[in-house]
């Protein structure tokens, strides 16, 4: 049987802290289940945490850069400026908004 080397976890949680605390927490689990699979098995876990409930919203510098809405463009990632300069963070805009000024994505990663 084919093993995995690595697993990726995607989950939405709130404040950064808490969510360090809930993925060690969570670590806990994955190893449990790997070394009932086989004997040592410990693959490298990665969290990608999304938080959507935060008060960030980006503006295009370009005016004539938007959607319909006035939005900046889906698919837009911010990753410097505004981002820590030494965790692998960034926001992310997923999709086009209908009416309203849209609350991007901040997406972060842990590693453990």
Known sequence: MAIMKSIICARDKGVKFEVHWSAEDQLIFFHQACVSIEDGYLPKVTFVVVQKRHH???FPVNPKETDRSGN????TVVDTSICHPR?????LNSHAGIQVILAMSFNFYLNL
Do not use: K, S, W
């Not at 900046?72 to 698919?75: E, H, L, N, S, V």
């Not at 965790?87 to 926001?91: S, T």
């Open 87 to 91: 965790e692998f963070d960034f926001y």
């Open 72 to 75: 900046i463009m889906p698919g």
């Open 56 to 58: 960030t919203r980006l």
